[in-house]
């Protein structure tokens, strides 16, 4: 018998990264899908192992050292120096891989936020994102915080800088809710970034920035027109756009049914719009589901309202 | 004797336009200097002329067509269909030209201000606004809002678009001073925007909008921290900062004072710091402004709060 054995299993939420104008600088998280994670706590020499892992189809690697999550919970007991327990997790998906919903994100959060329990939240905000940083570069290969940010904290999240880490909660309006559609077909991070242009025009940044600023004060105000007018990328959505099937079908079929937008969802294929209410989010969920099934693409369709609280202890 | 005559008097209070990293879509109004206009409204054949011009050191032009003044009250008329009047405007010039403070705007907002107020505020605030942005026009050779809008409606003002005509008024900390600082160097606002790049890196617009984000935030929050973090301005200030004799002198000793910032007021000379209370502003004031006699610089300084509340009716 173990002299000491705790386990806690974690939800953590999906997040809509890159959002629309405001491209690699804020992010936030959806009340579902998510990723659920299993920790079991024992005493021993350190090492960290990955009993299971559903809802991947195989893909996922089992080693700590290559997995998200696997390779949080070894950080946090490295930078924490807990030298004498082992921990093992089991990692259910609850989302498709390389779907532009912050899979890998959602994972690591999941494991953090248990890990972190587990030992009486011993570290501090700051560091947790800041092993959730490192994360990303393993999944990704660069440390961007637009998914794992959101995921830990819960809420729309503005990330300013890395290097000092510099990131502030922006208000959600209440009535806001929000559509994912995945439709199932792969795009790799990795190669979204190759198509993105090195430079842009001056006068084009600048109406992009002039939206950023909208965009943020129009969360401020709650002002649900300044805020459909803000969400406009001039800049990487009409080439990742491009990459997405039948793209602009269902951004008329979303804005006809009452959308504020609708944007890329991180690098793509899933896209997000906002509406100011639950009703007209399901008409256009169905509508855009019913237009991918007539052209032979399945698709996965979530309304839900913006998670203010991240990660949650299911048990 | 006349059988209509009236008369008054407006202060319109200079601007601050490129707030650092919100280059081209973000301005604010100053409490002072500002410009005076008087006008006199009589019947008559719809003519509008300028009786005197003080302080413009004989530089600026009597023609109302090629006035800011005289052209804003011009199309005021033609707008309204105001054709049994006739105009004659008195201008003070409070600051100097082409320094940086929206001289031109200062000058327009009051007439616009006056001669709508004469006529019992027949026009509306966008209407208003919209002649603003001729008179804009005229005087630089491009529509540009940054100066004008603040200085008709006060406080800090942020915009979108211009066509159509989007803005946003931000909150501003209730003890936040502005320090304003004026070398008598003269530089011309188009040849200011010859030196701006035609492009930016990406990787460079990306930063700058996550400052431009956090700058809207840090107003909403009134954080002081975050508002000095983010007026970093990575792409216009490294080349027009060149142009202005002393710029990294003024801004180390700004900031020894306490500053959050100092950067280049539109396309300089000036140049503006905040800062969290008034004597902070004062002390770096003087001692900027001593350099500057060093140097055998003259300059003119002024510390207020913003302007909220915009022209003034002065008589």
Chains 1, 2 share one sequence.
């Not at 491209?23 to 350190?46: E, H, Q």
Request: one cysteine or more; glycine letters at 8%.
């Amino acid at each position: 018998m173990d002299v000491l054995k705790k386990t806690i299993t974690v939800f953590a939420p999906a997040t809509v990264a890159n959002v629309s104008c405001a491209f690699d600088i804020m992010g936030f998280a959806l009340s579902k899908p998510g990723d659920i994670v299993k920790l079991t706590l024992r005493k021993g020499d350190g090492g960290v192992s990955i009993n299971s892992i559903t809802g991947d189809s195989g893909r996922l690697p089992k080693e700590a050292d290559k997995n998200t999550a696997g390779f949080a919970v070894k950080e946090y007991l490295r930078r924490q120096g807990f030298k004498d327990y082992t921990i093992s997790m089991d990692i259910q998906k609850g989302m498709p891989l390389g779907s532009g919903l912050g899979s890998s994100a959602a994972s690591a959060a999941a494991a953090l936020y248990g890990i972190n329990r587990l030992f009486d939240d011993a570290m501090d905000e700051r560091e947790l994102l800041k092993i959730g940083l490192a994360c990303e570069r393993l999944a990704c290969g660069s440390p961007h915080g637009d998914n794992i940010i959101p995921s830990i904290l819960g809420g729309l999240v503005l990330i300013r800088s890395y290097v000092p880490l510099d990131y502030t909660r922006l208000p959600v309006p209440e009535g806001l809710y929000c559509l994912l559609i995945h439709p199932n077909v792969e795009v790799n991070t990795r190669d979204a970034r190759r198509i993105l242009p090195e430079t842009v025009e001056l006068s084009r940044a600048v109406r992009q920035w002039g939206n950023i600023a909208s965009l943020v004060a129009a969360l401020y105000n709650g002002d649900y027109g300044l805020l459909s007018r803000s969400l406009e990328d001039l800049i990487i959505e009409p080439e990742r756009s491009k990459r997405i099937p039948h793209f602009d079908e269902m951004r008329d079929i979303a804005m006809k049914n009452g959308a504020l937008n609708l944007s890329i969802s991180g690098s793509g294929p899933s896209v997000f719009s906002f509406f100011e209410s639950v009703q007209p989010a399901e008409s256009a969920a169905l509508a855009i589901q019913r237009v991918f099934k007539e052209y032979g693409i399945e698709s996965d369709v979530y309304v839900s309202k913006i998670n203010k609280t991240g990660p949650e202890i299911i048990r």
